[in-house]
């Protein structure tokens, strides 16, 4: 709210505040009141039903980044839909491994988890998509680590946490070497489909508001000059709902 003594849009600031603001009370009064396991089911069923809407009332989605058509689901945006599908496939998964609950829901709940990567890679969100892997591999190890007596978790746990080290340099070099190939099997480009365009121009941008940015949600406005120009250049037509594909660079701008 502080922010709105410098915004250049004040009303977009306060409404953006305040939206902001409702969202975190509402986030801590659900966690308050809310379960933690009827949470979970909740967001398994409303997120399994924005899928299966999705599915059936696909609204394709245009990235102007990549020239692509992508499915866009109920939302019209490919980075919504898969975050939907994300969160359907951990809940799901967290479903599964729960003993408590009957086999036709837990057989239902790996059903889940396939539905929700199988359309979040047709999506074509590819950090969504390795995000939701390796949230998967962390609930089944965590699951797994549970049915080990309890003296032998911590050391267990030492154990493949060492491996995944030993494992994650190689496999880093390997990305690093074969960069170009990798990021052309998932349809990207060595600009990230424009991402290091934006944080390049985000980079030299911010010292023209060095200490409190241009407000909170004070940028990406029709009319602002660096906006305008950010959109004609990245052929964004609608002129609406961009951001600079970086949480470290919008916060700095904002």
């Avoid at 398994?44 to 059936?56: R, V």
């Avoid at 985000?202 to 909170?216: E, K, L, N, Q, V």
Wanted: net charge positive; charged share 10%; with cysteine.
């Amino acid at each position: 709210f502080v922010s709105l003594l410098w915004s250049p849009v004040p009303m977009v600031t306060a409404r953006s505040a305040i939206q902001f603001g409702l969202t975190i009370a509402l986030a801590v009064l659900t966690a308050r009141a809310v379960p933690m396991q009827r949470f979970i089911t909740g967001a398994w069923i409303l997120s399994g039903i924005l899928l299966a809407l999705s599915i059936a009332f696909d609204k394709p989605a245009y990235d102007v980044m990549t020239g692509n058509t992508n499915m866009g689901g109920v939302f019209g945006n490919k980075n919504s839909l898969a975050f939907c599908c994300m969160i359907f496939a951990l809940t799901s998964a967290t479903l599964l491994f729960d003993r408590a609950r009957t086999p036709q829901f837990r057989l239902a709940s790996l059903f889940g988890i396939f539905m929700g990567l199988g359309v979040c890679v047709i999506s074509r969100s590819v950090g969504i998509a390795i995000v939701t892997n390796l949230g998967l591999g962390l609930v089944a190890f965590l699951t797994l680590l549970g049915l080990l007596p309890r003296h032998l978790r911590r050391g267990t746990a030492e154990m493949i946490f060492i491996i995944g080290l030993l494992v994650s340099v190689p496999l880093v070099l390997g990305v690093m070497a074969f960069q170009e190939e990798l990021l052309a099997a998932v349809g990207k480009d060595s600009t990230l489909t424009g991402r290091t365009l934006l944080w390049y121009y985000a980079a030299r941008m911010s010292p023209d508001h060095p200490i409190f940015g241009t407000g909170y949600q004070g940028f990406w406005v029709q009319g602002m000059p660096a906006a305008e120009f950010l959109w004609k250049k990245l052929h964004v037509q609608s002129r609406t709902g961009f951001h600079f594909h970086s949480l470290y660079y919008e916060t700095l701008i904002n």
